[in-house]
């Protein structure tokens, strides 16, 4: 919750997230945090069965993605949702592997993973987008100065 709400703040339009990691390492959860500190109300839950989930704040569209039962790439193009993926929204999307080689790049990957009591994680810029991003959200992890 708390990177996700890290993250809110540092997103422009036209970013793509990918979420990786195994069932209940957190892709959701981090989701949720994001979408709360960027003003989301409503509920935020897993779109496994809706395939995407619509949220509107703060003038912007996120659309939360989830490809983790697809049985093939193509699924993606039968779907129709690379019309999702526009300058003016923001696209988050767990399983990205299920839907390559279709699904445009990540600004930002961001891996979970399940370690002994705790969850791991790590994030990868892979564009401009992405990198202005993440220094962002260096700077905000930073402790003040003394």
């Known amino acids: 919750m708390a990177v996700g709400a890290q993250l809110a703040a540092q997103l422009v339009p036209g970013t793509v997230i990918w979420l990786e990691g195994d069932l209940g390492a957190g892709k959701t959860t981090l989701v949720r945090g994001?979408?709360?500190?960027?003003?989301?109300?409503?509920?935020?839950?897993?779109?496994?069965?809706?395939?995407?989930?619509?949220?509107?704040?703060?003038?912007?569209?996120?659309?939360?993605?989830?490809?983790?039962?697809?049985?093939?790439?193509?699924?993606?193009?039968?779907?129709?949702?690379?019309?999702?993926?526009?300058?003016?929204?923001?696209?988050?999307?767990?399983?990205?592997?299920?839907?390559?080689?279709y699904l445009p790049p990540a600004d930002l990957r961001i891996a979970l993973s399940v370690v002994d009591a705790g969850r791991s994680i790590e994030l990868v810029a892979g564009s401009e987008k992405g990198r202005t991003c993440l220094a962002g959200v260096r700077s905000s992890s930073l402790p003040p100065p003394a």
């Open 34 to 101: 994001l979408l709360r500190a960027a003003g989301e109300t409503g509920a935020v839950k897993s779109p496994t069965y809706t395939l995407v989930e619509l949220h509107a704040v703060s003038g912007l569209n996120f659309y939360h993605f989830d490809f983790y039962r697809f049985n093939a790439p193509e699924e993606y193009l039968d779907a129709g949702l690379d019309e999702y993926f526009t300058e003016d929204a923001i696209c988050l999307v767990e399983w990205p592997d299920k839907a390559a080689p």
